[in-house]
């Protein structure tokens, strides 16, 4: 089965510093997509950042960068220079390629901005 | 800029009153699917259709929901009867094989 695993609940941050956030993966595939959606107090899931597995190259969308590990089934998402704007959960989500756009998520990790 | 739509974006029942949600995914879309989201359980993938054809509605509690898209551009789920249990949020997406979903603002259903 494939599972979405975050490690890390909540976290905290200072503003302007850089904040790391965990995920690991489980799965069988060999190609697939790899996602970093926010989720603010709004409710709304805005997508942050996509890896397609095939790609070796880290993915990056201004401050936020990804450090995807293939072999280790690894997926961090990098936040440089955070913002309080940044404070929100994220959640990490993986989709087997051509599937149906059928997204598997983790739990989630909720990020503390403090000013 | 298209976007998800879904109503209604609250929903305040008692407990065993029918309740309707509604999607419009965005035009050209070939794939909906409905998430729930807890507290305890986090995003649950309750059904999913392509092409308006029901894929997966595994995760779905078949004696009291069901998932329809009379055409493609609605998509519902329907509780009957509900149950304080299913108080949750309640988000549609939908998507176009590109590997990524467009999700609606969700619908909050408090169930009392």
């Known amino acids: 089965a494939q599972t979405v695993t975050q490690s890390q609940p909540e976290m905290s941050v200072q503003e302007a510093e850089t904040v790391t956030l965990s995920c690991t993966y489980d799965t069988s595939e060999s190609d697939y997509y790899l996602f970093w959606y926010k989720q603010p107090p709004s409710r709304q899931m805005i997508l942050v950042i996509r890896q397609e597995a095939y790609k070796q190259q880290n993915a990056t969308e201004n401050r936020f960068s990804v450090n995807f590990q293939k072999a280790a089934k690894s997926f961090s998402l990098k936040i440089s220079d955070s913002q309080l704007g940044d404070a929100a959960m994220y959640f990490c989500a993986y989709s087997p390629l051509n599937r149906d756009d059928k997204i598997i998520f983790g739990k989630g990790t909720r990020l503390h901005i403090l000013p | 800029d298209a976007r998800v739509t879904q109503t209604p974006r609250h929903k305040v029942t008692e407990m065993g009153q029918e309740v309707t949600m509604r999607c419009q995914p965005i035009?050209?879309?070939?794939?909906v699917f409905w998430y729930r989201q807890t507290m305890m359980q986090g995003l649950e993938l309750l059904a999913y259709f392509r092409n308006r054809a029901p894929l997966d509605d595994s995760g779905m509690p078949k004696d009291r929901f069901s998932a329809e898209m009379p055409d493609a551009t609605l998509a519902t789920l329907k509780i009957q009867p509900s149950e304080p249990r299913d108080s949750a949020v309640y988000f549609c997406a939908s998507g176009f094989n590109r590997g990524r979903l467009d999700f609606g603002p969700g619908t909050r259903l408090t169930v009392l």
């Open positions: 035009l050209g879309h070939n794939t």
